[in-house]
């Protein structure tokens, strides 16, 4: 089992005749993904051919849909255009939109969000899942790669994985390439994004082959003190932390967009005590939370 990919996704690309788009939909072949198609207006008609593999681009994602049957776009467009790739797959009505680029916009971001939670079918759920922007994408092991993330860090096993950082996400899975992962997913550390770890730690939750999760937070905003809050009320599998910018100095400015602190509020400790007061276990480095995971994992 897995989190919303698996080896019977059938994923095309946006942006697949870039730079970008060019070097990752090799890697994502080579992970074993199904590529089905990619997305370029300019270049609709022609084919891209990688290995062995011939690939058709489409003039549109509503086009690609038609003729693949796909049901998952990566995104690998820059910033300025990104808006208009997103809100083109999520009124095509594709079920998870994956989206790689840094830089785009907040209010850009904020206004795909908007459209993608009104989009809903005759039940009232959202039709499109929008994972990023500014992140490293998804990975089912031995299954499915969406993204960037090398794909020999690690193998399947029963450890979901949800992370604002990519950086520290490869780092988890190589610290944990012992235990394997069911899926690992980069959610991205922009103000605004698509999929939060409250989602991904109800959907790890759902999942009876994950038998264990790590949530890997940053300083900034409140979003782990909320999922504390949610595992608390939710959670009945052992999750373990780690909050990134321990070591932060006191009114420095950071990195990341979304590592905004104000007084005590989006402070690695106020977000480590939050998560401890709802059962989790936060390690002070990588290391050191995935030496807690193998620890509650082997309880089990």
């Given at each position: 089992?897995?989190?919303?990919?698996?080896?019977?996704?059938?994923?095309?690309?946006?942006?697949?005749?870039?730079?970008?788009?060019?070097?990752?939909?090799?890697?994502?072949?080579?992970?074993?993904?199904?590529?089905?198609?990619?997305?370029?207006?300019?270049?609709?008609?022609?084919t891209?051919?990688?290995?062995d593999?011939?690939?058709n681009v489409?003039?549109?994602?509503?086009?690609?849909?038609?003729?693949?049957?796909?049901?998952?776009?990566?995104?690998?467009?820059?910033?300025?255009?990104?808006?208009?790739?997103?809100?083109?797959?999520?009124?095509?009505?594709?079920?998870?939109?994956?989206?790689?680029?840094?830089?785009?916009p907040?209010q850009?971001?904020?206004?795909f969000?908007?459209?993608?939670?009104?989009?809903?079918?005759?039940?009232?759920?959202?039709?499109?899942?929008?994972?990023?922007?500014?992140?490293?994408?998804?990975?089912?092991?031995?299954?499915?790669?969406?993204?960037?993330?090398?794909?020999?860090?690690?193998?399947?096993?029963?450890?979901?994985?949800?992370?604002?950082?990519?950086?520290?996400?490869?780092?988890?899975?190589?610290?944990?390439?012992?235990?394997?992962?069911?899926?690992?997913?980069?959610?991205?550390?922009?103000?605004?994004?698509?999929?939060?770890?409250?989602?991904?730690?109800?959907?790890?939750?759902?999942?009876?082959?994950t038998?264990?999760?790590?949530?890997?937070?940053?300083?900034?905003?409140?979003?782990?003190?909320?999922?504390?809050?949610?595992?608390?009320?939710?959670?009945?599998?052992?999750?373990?932390?780690?909050?990134?910018?321990?070591?932060?100095p006191?009114?420095?400015?950071?990195?990341?967009?979304?590592?905004?602190?104000?007084?005590?509020?989006?402070?690695?400790?106020?977000?480590?005590?939050?998560?401890?007061?709802?059962?989790?276990?936060?390690?002070?480095?990588?290391?050191?939370?995935?030496?807690?995971?193998?620890?509650?994992?082997?309880?089990?």
């Amino acid at each position: 089992m897995s989190i919303y990919l698996n080896k019977d996704s059938k994923v095309i690309v946006q942006g697949i005749t870039g730079g970008e788009g060019t070097k990752h939909t090799a890697l994502m072949l080579k992970a074993g993904t199904n590529i089905v198609g990619g997305v370029n207006a300019r270049k609709a008609g022609t084919t891209v051919l990688h290995g062995d593999a011939e690939i058709n681009v489409y003039g549109t994602v509503k086009e690609a849909m038609a003729e693949t049957g796909a049901d998952v776009s990566i995104v690998f467009v820059p910033p300025a255009f990104t808006k208009n790739a997103v809100v083109e797959a999520i009124e095509a009505g594709i079920g998870l939109v994956v989206v790689i680029t840094e830089g785009v916009p907040v209010q850009d971001s904020a206004e795909f969000w908007a459209l993608a939670q009104s989009t809903v079918d005759a039940d009232g759920n959202q039709v499109t899942r929008i994972i990023g922007p500014n992140c490293p994408g998804i990975i089912t092991p031995g299954e499915a790669l969406v993204g960037i993330t090398p794909n020999n860090i690690t193998g399947k096993g029963p450890i979901g994985l949800v992370s604002k950082s990519g950086t520290l996400t490869y780092q988890m899975m190589y610290e944990l390439r012992d235990l394997g992962f069911s899926t690992a997913i980069g959610i991205g550390g922009d103000p605004v994004i698509g999929t939060t770890h409250i989602d991904a730690l109800a959907a790890f939750e759902a999942d009876p082959e994950t038998k264990a999760i790590v949530m890997i937070g940053e300083i900034g905003g409140d979003a782990e003190e909320r999922a504390a809050e949610f595992i608390k009320a939710n959670v009945t599998k052992p999750v373990v932390g780690y909050v990134a910018g321990f070591t932060a100095p006191e009114g420095k400015t950071m990195g990341h967009a979304g590592a905004i602190v104000s007084g005590s509020a989006g402070t690695a400790q106020a977000k480590k005590e939050a998560l401890e007061a709802a059962g989790v276990k936060v390690g002070k480095t990588p290391s050191e939370t995935a030496t807690l995971l193998r620890e509650v994992y082997a309880a089990l």
